[in-house]
């Protein structure tokens, strides 16, 4: 009879979801169209065994009517025992039987369906059927094969898009219906796999984190070191032009400054071609001031920045410059005031140390101590740049600088250039 695992392709899929890291899924196929579509197959192939059969019975009985009988009547016994058959199919083949046994025995002539033109056209069907079977036996096998080996590379989704095409084909096929079943099992295991995995990765990583809670500093204080230079390097960049950044460089030159009884708009514009930058002096400033062509400039300066000679010749009249739109501009000590900018740096990472949770080992009191020995640390690494420019200072500065404790900031309000420095530590800040 017509067997399947005989043809070896349902053996090569269940070969598959072993490969696969799984088992075949315990259900049907494919619900019960596919179920029928099994018992087509099995009833066609029963139904050619037993024409053959007939039309063996049909050369025998030229020389042995006995013989020919025989051999129909142990064929209705195999069909009897054959399991893979329903009852339904079993008595038609048995009834194609029982008909050619009359027809031998002359019992029943009017019903011979085996004349040798009918078998011939039945035999021609036959071949053709099995030809077409074996044909879709073989690209079965050649797709299954391939579908294998995607598996075997850990390939799944492209497996399972395989698979798919494969029943879509052949969507009676048994072994691309076990198929579909089996791709879908060795998905839900490889998902497990990938959520098993996790599972252990994050089980060391908790236990690491236990073991390190319980090792003991060498220092006091611990950064997490990963930690810092991740944060550090996603701070916001400085945002200055190329311009700006020039402006900068010239008035960190440093060098020595002699002028006596020289107008200030002259000072200025000397200035202003040494360090090759434009200085403009406010309208509103002069008028309120009062400074003239008569207003004249005298100072001795050895060995200073140009920043430093530029902020001292200013603050004799009562001027103060600030950097705008590329260019260094002069004005009133309150109106240089008003155009300060505010920002905001975080630096939590910075002024607590990390012990078990993020926290210092000592305990709540010790970690307010050591925090605010940071910010104090920190509070005058800020007021170091550009000493003269803070008002803490007592120079003559307007800036200002506080810090907060509730987001572990420091709130700056100083001038353009002032927050450039800044921005090369604790990034651009936030306006």
């Known amino acids: 009879m017509f067997n399947f695992f005989r043809l070896g392709v349902l053996p090569a899929v269940v070969g598959l979801a072993v490969s696969a890291g799984g088992t075949v899924a315990q259900q049907p196929f494919d619900g019960e ?6 018992e087509s197959l099995i009833y066609q192939k029963a139904e050619s065994d037993i024409l053959k059969t007939i039309e ?61 033109e009918e078998l011939t056209n039945r035999k021609l069907k036959e071949e053709e059927r099995a030809k077409a079977i074996l044909a879709e036996i073989k690209d079965v096998r050649r797709e299954l ?19 798919d095409a494969l029943l879509k084909k052949f969507p009676d096929n048994p072994s ?29 990583l908790a236990m690491l984190a236990v073991d390190k809670s319980a090792t003991m500093p060498k220092d006091d204080i611990t950064f997490d070191v990963k930690y810092t230079r991740e944060v550090v390097s996603k701070r916001n960049k400085p945002t200055l032009t190329q311009r700006e950044v020039k402006i900068l460089k010239s008035l960190e030159i440093e060098s020595s400054f002699e002028f006596k009884d020289e107008p200030l708009e002259k000072v200025l514009n000397d200035l202003s071609k040494q360090m090759n930058t434009s200085i403009i002096l406010d309208e509103v400033a ?38 705008k739109n590329e ?3 002069v004005t009133t000590n309150e109106k240089a005031k008003d155009m300060l900018v505010s ?16 926290a210092i080992r000592a305990g709540n009191l010790a970690d307010v101590r050591q925090t605010q020995e940071m910010v104090d640390q920190l509070m005058r690494a800020i007021l170091s740049v550009d000493p003269n420019s803070w008002e803490r200072n007592n120079n003559g500065g307007h800036g200002t600088v506080t810090f907060h404790w509730p987001s572990l900031s420091f709130v700056v309000r100083q001038s353009a250039e002032v927050h450039a420095k800044l921005s090369g530590s604790f990034g651009s800040g936030i306006k």
């Open 343 to 358: 920002r905001v740096y975080y630096v939590g990472d910075l002024v607590s140390g990390l012990g078990p949770f993020n």
């Open 327 to 329: 260019s260094i501009y």
């Open 176 to 204: 691309s219906i076990a198929l579909s079943n089996t791709t879908l099992n060795a998905d839900a295991i490889n998902e497990a796999r990938i959520v098993s995995g996790q599972m252990r990765e994050g089980y060391r």
């Open 56 to 116: 063996e019975s049909n050369q025998l009985k030229e020389r042995s009517e006995a013989r020919a009988t025989q051999l129909l009547r142990n064929k209705i016994s195999a069909i009897k025992d054959e399991p893979s058959l329903g009852a339904k199919d079993r008595a038609k083949l048995i009834a194609k039987l029982e008909t050619q046994i009359r027809v031998i025995e002359n019992k029943d002539p009017a019903k011979n369906l085996v004349n040798s």
């Open 145 to 163: 094969d391939t579908i294998k080996a995607l598996f075997d590379s850990q390939k799944f989704d492209q497996a399972r898009k395989q698979a």
């Open 33 to 38: 169209n596919k179920a029928k579509a099994m």
């Open 286 to 323: 002069k008028q309120e001031l009062k400074i003239d062509s008569n207003t004249f400039v005298n100072a001795s300066l050895k060995n200073v920045t140009t920043r430093s000679a530029l902020r001292k010749i200013l603050a004799d009249k009562g001027l103060a410059f600030v950097m």
